[in-house]
């Protein structure tokens, strides 16, 4: 009937901001809360943004609820930790930890000794992949990648890529929970 009347998602998205800062000004924190929920998915559906942005706000909104789903960011740093465990016992771990060797030679009369220590690159296994010893070593690598800290375990090079994609995402899943439950904690 008045097609001009029905307003846009950006349009919805401002009024969902200004209810928002009136809540956040009478500290109703999960009144406030609700409104930013609603503001960015009016966002988040707005056609005005940029394909990038919007994007962004796609992610943002699977992978934590904009910040207010701690379930959602913990199943997913769970889900991660589990893929990469999987992937290090596949991939990652070498089929036996490389052993360092020294060779060298002793002139005739004594004197000097020079050694060269040489360590084998890590070989993909062939067999028992999905082993106990390999899963703890995976998890091992795993915890550590959650904290930003390097493992020190002897990797093929697929594991030390696997290890540095766990190292960025997990941590980020993890902040992404803790943003979460700060906010509940604070209401």
């Not at 969902?16 to 000004?25: G, H, I, M, T, V």
């Not at 093929?156 to 890529?161: F, I, K, L, S």
């Not at 766990?166 to 941590?171: D, G, H, N, V, W």
């Amino acid at each position: 009937m008045f097609p001009d009347l029905i307003p846009g998602p950006s349009v919805i998205a401002t009024t969902y901001r200004q209810l928002r800062k009136s809540r956040e000004d009478a500290k109703d924190e999960p009144g406030a809360a609700d409104f930013y929920y609603g503001e960015m998915e009016m966002r988040r559906h707005s056609k005005g943004w940029r394909t990038a942005e919007r994007w962004m706000l796609q992610l943002y909104w699977l992978l934590s609820g904009y910040g207010l789903r701690a379930s959602r960011a913990l199943g997913w740093l769970a889900l991660a930790m589990m893929t990469t465990i999987l992937l290090l016992m596949g991939f990652g771990l070498p089929q036996d930890s490389p052993k360092q060797k020294a060779t060298g030679t002793v002139p005739p009369g004594g004197g000097k000794v020079t050694f060269e220590i040489d360590a084998d690159h890590p070989q993909n296994p062939t067999h028992d992949r999905f082993t106990t010893k390999r899963f703890e070593k995976a998890l091992s690598v795993t915890l550590n990648s959650v904290v930003f800290r390097s493992s020190g375990q002897d990797l093929t090079t697929a594991g030390g890529y696997i290890e540095m994609a766990s190292r960025f995402s997990e941590p980020v899943l993890l902040g992404l929970a803790a943003l979460a439950i700060r906010g509940r904690v604070k209401r």
